[in-house]
Every structure is written in structure tokens, then in C-alpha cells.
């Protein structure tokens, strides 16, 4: 079992940058893949990002890619979320999930097959 603890997130202007965190307590990463998810008021909550749990891979919604990025720090127990180009249609709630997977190399996209979840953190960009 993990849990998992977010940092980072606030209000920033159009075109700026934040950086999220989710950090595993007590453990590394490994094997477990990594999302990040984000849930804007009224909307069903949607998926952002993932990492293979080697953290060699990963995989964006299209309406991310290029802006964001998903990594993890050397130890491997922090992985974080980082947001350039920050348009006001990204303002949502973020979350980090986990979940163990045998495979090494698997893309999950679906918040149901996630088992760990962040308490979540509100991003808000402004126009």
C-alpha cells in the first residue's frame, strides 16, 4: 500500500508555470505506475498524464503535450507534474495515482484503474 501526499499548485497567470508534486510515503514508486488527473468544476475528472513505473515512458492527453511534463526525482520516491504554457483551461483540480502493475511497461489512461490517490490540489490559471 502507498500513500500518496501532493505539494505545489496555486493561481498563476496565462502563460505561466507551477510545478505539482506527489510524493509516496515511506516508499519508492517502483513497480507502481504513476497518473496525474485533473477535475474542472462540472466535469468528470479526466486523465493528464503517465509514467511506467521504470519512469522510462510516459504518455500525455493531447491537449498537454508539449506543456507538460511528468518525471520522477532519482530516488524515486517523488513524482512531479510540471506545467509551462498554463492556459486557463487547465484551472482544475490535480490529482497524483498509483497503482502496482506487474508489467513494466503499461499506460493507464482510465481513473478506475487506479488504486492510490493524492488529496488533490487546486491549480487556477487566470486570463
Known amino acids: 500500500q502507498v500513500q500518496l501526499v501532493q505539494s505545489g499548485g496555486g493561481l498563476v497567470q496565462a502563460g505561466g508555470s507551477l510545478r505539482l508534486s506527489c510524493a509516496a510515503s515511506g516508499r519508492t514508486f517502483s513497480p507502481y505506475v504513476v497518473g496525474w488527473f485533473r477535475q474542472a468544476p462540472g466535469k468528470e475528472r479526466e486523465f493528464v498524464a503517465t509514467?511506467?513505473?521504470?519512469?522510462?515512458?510516459?504518455r500525455y492527453t493531447d491537449s498537454v503535450k508539449g506543456r507538460f511534463t511528468i518525471a520522477r526525482d532519482s530516488a524515486g520516491n517523488t513524482v512531479y507534474l510540471e506545467m509551462n504554457s498554463l492556459k486557463p483551461e487547465d484551472t482544475a483540480v490535480y490529482y497524483c495515482?498509483?497503482?502496482?502493475?506487474?508489467?513494466?511497461?503499461?499506460?493507464?489512461?482510465?481513473?478506475?484503474?487506479?488504486?492510490?490517490w493524492g488529496q488533490g490540489t487546486q491549480v487556477t490559471v487566470s486570463s
Open positions: 495515482a498509483a497503482v502496482v502493475s506487474p508489467v513494466p511497461i503499461v499506460f493507464l489512461y482510465s481513473r478506475g484503474q487506479y488504486s492510490y
Open positions: 509514467m511506467t513505473w521504470s519512469g522510462a515512458s510516459t
